[in-house]
């Protein structure tokens, strides 16, 4: 089946650093999500990406809708220790039998050093 | 808060045992689509509705399986549970009124123990 690598599996870093993450796959996608869960909590949407070269910004967050429809990032620009979480991209196909679910990434855990 | 109500919070129950989780979509989303996380898997799509009806199905077992009411709640129905079903089982919803926005829409999920 269809499979989204996201990397890295897991971030330690300072506060107040910058972070980026990526999703790439092999199929072309023509919706890309990132969301962030924490412990006990389900996935929050951050930011929706629907156009090819599309970049968004939330606050803090940017991310990208790559041009070849494969791959996406997002960064985070001077972390702070609420940011402390696991990020999932998440990609949807532009056709098939399955309308509509979206395929997942295995997620970025990111931890915050204050 | 996304909108989106599941219960129970939390299940605790034996093997062999059968259980259901519900969940409430957002209002005014159509769709209601079922995960399921545990450690070691990520979050695995189980099975989605749209309006009432089956519309698209993942890596769900036989032994599971869900309907969407006429008021668009939903119930994913659990049976012969094993050790291995032991995840958090999420619900989310969307609006799909267009088939090119898909922003899904997560409950706080329901933690399954099979004891």
């Known amino acids: 089946g269809q499979q989204l690598n996201q990397s890295p599996q897991s971030m330690f870093i300072q506060e107040g650093e910058d972070v980026s993450m990526n999703c790439t796959s092999s199929?072309?996608?023509?919706?890309w999500l990132w969301y962030k869960q924490e412990p006990g909590e389900g996935p929050v949407l951050l930011i929706a990406l629907y156009k090819a070269g599309e970049l968004t910004s939330n606050g803090r967050l940017t991310a990208q809708f790559g041009i070849t429809r494969k791959d996406s990032f997002l960064n985070i620009s001077a972390s702070i220790p609420s940011d402390v979480g696991i990020y999932f991209c998440a990609g949807q196909t532009p056709s098939g039998g399955s309308q509509g679910n979206l395929i997942f990434g295995k997620g970025t855990k990111l931890s915050v050093k204050p | 808060d996304s909108g989106v109500t599941q219960t129970p919070k939390h299940l605790i129950t034996a093997t062999g045992q059968r259980v259901t989780l519900r969940c409430s979509p957002r209002?005014?989303?159509?769709?209601v689509y079922w995960y399921q996380q545990s450690l070691d898997q990520g979050l695995q799509f189980l099975i989605q509705?749209?309006?009432?009806?089956?519309?698209a199905k993942g890596n769900i077992l036989e032994r599971f399986s869900a309907q969407q009411f006429p008021d668009l709640h939903s119930e994913l129905n659990l049976s012969s549970l094993e050790l291995g079903d032991s995840a958090l089982y999420f619900c989310?919803?969307?609006?799909?009124?267009?088939?090119?926005?898909?922003?899904?829409?997560f409950g706080p999920g329901t933690r399954l123990t099979v004891l």
């Open positions: 209002s005014g989303d159509l769709s």
């Open positions: 509705y749209y309006n009432g009806e089956e519309r």
């Open positions: 989310a919803s969307s609006h799909d009124r267009r088939s090119s926005y898909n922003e899904q829409f």
């Open positions: 199929s072309i996608f023509n919706t």
